[in-house]
Protein backbone atom coordinates (compact mmCIF):
# COMPACT_ATOMS: atom_id res chain seq x y z
CA UNK A 1 0.00 0.00 0.00
CA UNK A 2 0.97 3.66 -0.42
CA UNK A 3 -0.46 6.42 0.83
CA UNK A 4 0.31 9.64 -1.58
CA UNK A 5 -0.28 12.46 1.23
CA UNK A 6 -1.03 15.69 0.27
CA UNK A 7 -1.28 18.86 2.54
CA UNK A 8 -3.69 21.14 3.48
CA UNK A 9 -3.89 23.75 6.09
CA UNK A 10 -6.63 23.02 8.62
CA UNK A 11 -6.84 22.54 12.41
CA UNK A 12 -8.93 19.51 11.39
CA UNK A 13 -7.47 15.98 12.78
CA UNK A 14 -6.64 12.79 10.79
CA UNK A 15 -6.08 9.50 12.36
CA UNK A 16 -5.28 6.47 10.08
CA UNK A 17 -5.09 2.70 11.11
CA UNK A 18 -4.20 -0.25 8.41
CA UNK A 19 -5.68 -3.92 8.65
CA UNK A 20 -4.39 -5.36 5.46
CA UNK A 21 -6.47 -3.52 2.23
CA UNK A 22 -8.56 -1.85 5.17
CA UNK A 23 -7.81 2.09 6.27
CA UNK A 24 -9.65 3.13 9.28
CA UNK A 25 -9.79 7.00 8.48
CA UNK A 26 -11.37 8.78 11.81
CA UNK A 27 -13.06 5.81 12.86
CA UNK A 28 -14.65 5.12 9.90
CA UNK A 29 -13.51 1.56 7.88
CA UNK A 30 -13.23 1.81 4.12
CA UNK A 31 -12.48 -1.72 2.59
CA UNK A 32 -10.13 -1.58 -0.84
CA UNK A 33 -10.12 -5.04 -0.74
CA UNK A 34 -12.30 -5.87 -3.60
CA UNK A 35 -10.48 -3.38 -6.08
CA UNK A 36 -8.60 -5.72 -8.61
CA UNK A 37 -5.29 -4.99 -9.84
CA UNK A 38 -5.17 -2.48 -12.43
CA UNK A 39 -8.72 -0.60 -11.34
CA UNK A 40 -9.47 2.56 -10.55
CA UNK A 41 -12.03 4.03 -8.01
CA UNK A 42 -13.77 7.03 -8.33
CA UNK A 43 -13.32 9.21 -5.14
CA UNK A 44 -16.66 9.70 -5.33
CA UNK A 45 -17.56 6.44 -4.68
CA UNK A 46 -15.69 6.09 -1.60
CA UNK A 47 -17.29 8.62 -0.03
CA UNK A 48 -14.49 10.01 2.00
CA UNK A 49 -13.50 13.51 2.78
CA UNK A 50 -9.87 12.70 3.41
CA UNK A 51 -10.18 10.43 -0.38
CA UNK A 52 -10.45 13.16 -2.93
CA UNK A 53 -8.31 11.63 -6.40
CA UNK A 54 -9.12 8.15 -7.61
CA UNK A 55 -7.52 5.13 -5.67
CA UNK A 56 -5.92 2.81 -7.82
CA UNK A 57 -4.35 -1.02 -7.66
CA UNK A 58 -0.88 -1.05 -9.71
CA UNK A 59 0.72 -3.87 -9.86
CA UNK A 60 -0.77 -5.07 -6.46
CA UNK A 61 -0.26 -1.87 -4.63
CA UNK A 62 -3.04 0.00 -3.61
CA UNK A 63 -2.74 4.03 -4.40
CA UNK A 64 -4.68 5.70 -2.24
CA UNK A 65 -4.13 9.91 -2.25
CA UNK A 66 -5.21 10.99 1.10
CA UNK A 67 -5.68 14.63 2.43
CA UNK A 68 -3.43 15.49 4.91
CA UNK A 69 -3.87 18.21 7.31
CA UNK A 70 -1.67 20.22 9.49
CA UNK A 71 -1.43 22.74 11.28
CA UNK A 72 -0.18 26.83 11.65
CA UNK A 73 2.86 25.63 13.07
CA UNK A 74 3.24 22.63 11.15
CA UNK A 75 7.11 21.65 10.47
CA UNK A 76 8.74 20.70 6.85
CA UNK A 77 7.83 16.85 6.50
CA UNK A 78 4.15 18.31 7.27
CA UNK A 79 4.29 20.75 4.40
CA UNK A 80 6.21 18.54 2.32
CA UNK A 81 5.17 15.34 3.18
CA UNK A 82 6.62 11.96 1.32
CA UNK A 83 4.46 9.00 0.52
CA UNK A 84 4.05 6.56 3.39
CA UNK A 85 4.86 2.83 1.67
CA UNK A 86 4.52 -0.43 2.72
CA UNK A 87 3.31 0.51 6.43
CA UNK A 88 2.26 -2.62 8.92
CA UNK A 89 -0.76 -3.13 9.99
CA UNK A 90 -1.85 -1.04 13.24
CA UNK A 91 -2.15 3.39 13.34
CA UNK A 92 -0.57 5.02 10.32
CA UNK A 93 2.34 7.55 11.74
CA UNK A 94 1.58 10.97 9.81
CA UNK A 95 4.45 13.67 9.72
CA UNK A 96 1.31 15.95 11.35
CA UNK A 97 2.16 13.51 14.77
CA UNK A 98 5.49 15.23 15.44
CA UNK A 99 4.46 18.89 15.26
CA UNK A 100 3.85 21.39 17.60
CA UNK A 101 1.03 21.33 19.32
CA UNK A 102 -0.16 24.88 21.34
CA UNK A 103 -0.46 24.27 24.77
CA UNK A 104 -3.47 25.33 26.35
CA UNK A 105 -2.72 28.68 27.50
CA UNK A 106 -1.90 29.53 23.91
CA UNK A 107 -5.39 28.45 22.86
CA UNK A 108 -6.61 30.74 25.32
CA UNK A 109 -4.57 33.46 24.19
CA UNK A 110 -5.70 33.49 20.84
CA UNK A 111 -9.63 33.14 21.44
CA UNK A 112 -9.15 36.06 24.31
CA UNK A 113 -6.84 38.24 21.78
Known amino acids: ?25 NGLPYDFGPLPDGATL ?4 IGCPWINQP ?3 INGVLVIP ?8 AGE ?8 VGAPDGPIALPTDQ ?6 AEATEETDA
Open 1 to 25: MKLKLTPIRSDATLAIHKLGDVLTI
Open 42 to 45: PAEA
Open 55 to 57: VER
Open 66 to 73: ITMPHGAE
Open 77 to 84: RSRFPADI
Open 99 to 104: DPKPTV
